[in-house]
């Protein structure tokens, strides 16, 4: 059990915590507005992942429900978004991160970007279909999964937010930037390797 939610805790700060458009926008927020503002925008932020998290979990419970050999293929898909996703991360370009663009976040603002952020979906049904604790019934390991995937994304994407004027300048330096882009791709690789590796293993 402790083997698994260790396994979970890293691919979701791998996965929500990588470079990407919500992390990317919380580092903006940081660097640009007082403390008080981002957290009205970070608390908007986790309120639409809770959003997407049970859609996510909508859609894989229903896929499952109709055939459970749909598991064995969201968990291969999964394993390829996430590659891909590392991919990007990887070969992304290293822009500036625009903060103009954020007029006076707030929480609404927080919530509706996460809404319309494909890549938050993507990561759910990635973890949901390859990281699930076990539980005593599928709805008590998808609650317990769920439970800990918020926590360690609330913590991930704090960070996130009082860290933002340090990353922002890491991030716009091409060097350092590319170094650390890289990083975070191949511990993501790592992550579907263990992961695979767990499932296939007796």
């Keep these: ?7 979970l805790i890293t691919a979701t700060a791998l996965l929500l915590g990588s470079p990407g458009p919500a992390p990317m926008a919380l ?11 981002g957290l009205k ?12 998290m049970l859609f996510s979990a909508f859609i894989l419970n229903g896929l499952i429900s109709i055939s459970p050999y749909l598991l064995s293929t969201m968990q291969v898909l999964a394993a390829l978004y ?10 992304a370009p290293i822009n500036p991160s ?3 663009t954020l007029m006076e976040p707030g929480f609404w603002q927080g919530f509706v970007f996460n ?26 390991a998808l609650l317990t999964t769920a439970v800990c995937c918020f926590v360690v994304a609330a913590l991930v ?7 933002g004027r340090l990353l922002r300048t890491v991030f716009t ?30």
């Design 1 to 7: 059990m402790l083997e698994a939610i260790i396994t």
């Design 27 to 37: 580092a903006a927020v940081g660097a640009a507005y007082p403390l008080q503002q």
């Design 41 to 52: 925008f970070l608390a908007g932020i986790l309120a639409g992942l809770i959003w997407v």
């Design 82 to 91: 996430i590659i891909w996703v590392a991919y990007k991360i990887a070969t």
């Design 98 to 100: 625009n903060a103009g």
């Design 115 to 140: 809404l319309i952020n494909p890549k938050a979906y993507a990561a759910f049904v990635a973890l949901f279909s390859s990281f699930m604790l076990p539980g005593k019934d599928s709805l008590h």
């Design 157 to 163: 994407d704090g960070l996130w937010l009082i860290a």
């Design 173 to 202: 330096t091409p060097k350092q930037g590319r170094y650390l882009r890289v990083l975070f791709a191949v511990l993501m690789v790592t992550a579907v390797l263990f992961a695979a590796t767990k499932s296939v293993l007796p």
